[in-house]
């Protein structure tokens, strides 16, 4: 069956430091994948894009690779800080469908 | 005013009545889906729409209807409500051309509703 996993137990960091989120699929051919922000009882938040043919992707202090042989996805925020505290989702669209299908989340806490 | 909006925002009702989640969107885009988020089972589709004659079921449709009644607007039916719909429901938009231009989808900020 497919899944997408991403780590369920909350990552605490130290304010400044970087923080490495993982995204693991089986059973996917992504055409490509999707990382979201989530803060409490909103909705998500699209931040990056990554294709199948990309291996990595910035935005600001935020850069996203992308390995198709491992099934993995890395996210990874820099300098981090309080205000990157939040729950973030990956999500894929593969190439035989059009929806995007979700992981369960990974909580961030960056402590000052 | 926000470009995906989802009303009500909270809602309690009691199990066996019908109840309506309402959405709509002034991003201009075709397609529409309703998902559902539970806490530790992430998003799970429930309908999606890719214009106003087409819709599609998702992943867990069981339960719920649907209904696109413009391009701006998808509403989402519990005909018969019962406890284990109490959930976070969102409402998220895309072009079909998103992916390629490297867009993401827009949700709304989501009604959170309790079935007793």
């Known amino acids: 069956s497919q899944k997408i996993e991403q780590n369920s137990e909350a990552l605490n960091i130290q304010e400044g430091k970087t923080a490495t989120l993982t995204c693991n699929y089986t059973n996917y051919s992504p055409a490509y994948l999707q990382w979201y922000r989530q803060d409490p009882g909103r909705g998500p938040v699209f931040l990056l894009l990554i294709r199948e043919n990309e291996k990595e992707k910035r935005k600001e202090r935020l850069k996203v690779t992308f390995d198709t042989t491992l099934k993995q996805s890395l996210f990874h925020i820099t300098a981090s800080q309080p205000a990157d505290s939040a729950t973030y989702l990956c999500?894929?669209?593969?190439?035989?469908?059009?929806?995007?299908?979700f992981g369960g989340g990974t909580r961030l806490m960056v402590k000052p | 005013d926000a470009d995906v909006t989802q009303t009500p925002r909270n809602r309690i009702t009691k199990t066996g009545k019908r109840i309506m989640l309402e959405c709509s969107q002034t991003k201009g885009h075709d397609r529409m889906y309703w998902y559902r988020q539970d806490p530790g089972l992430g998003l799970r589709l429930i309908y999606y729409?890719?214009?106003?004659?087409?819709?599609n079921k998702g992943e867990i449709s069981d339960g719920y209807s649907v209904s696109r009644q413009a391009q701006a607007k998808f509403s989402l039916s519990l005909e018969s409500a019962i406890p284990n719909q109490t959930a976070l429901y969102f409402c998220?938009?895309?072009?079909?051309?998103?992916?390629?231009?490297?867009?993401?989808?827009?949700f709304g900020s989501g009604t959170r509703l309790t079935v007793v």
């Open positions: 999500a894929l669209v593969s190439n035989a469908g059009n929806m995007l299908t």
């Open positions: 998220a938009t895309s072009d079909s051309g998103q992916g390629a231009r490297g867009y993401g989808y827009t």
């Open positions: 729409s890719f214009d106003v004659k087409d819709i």
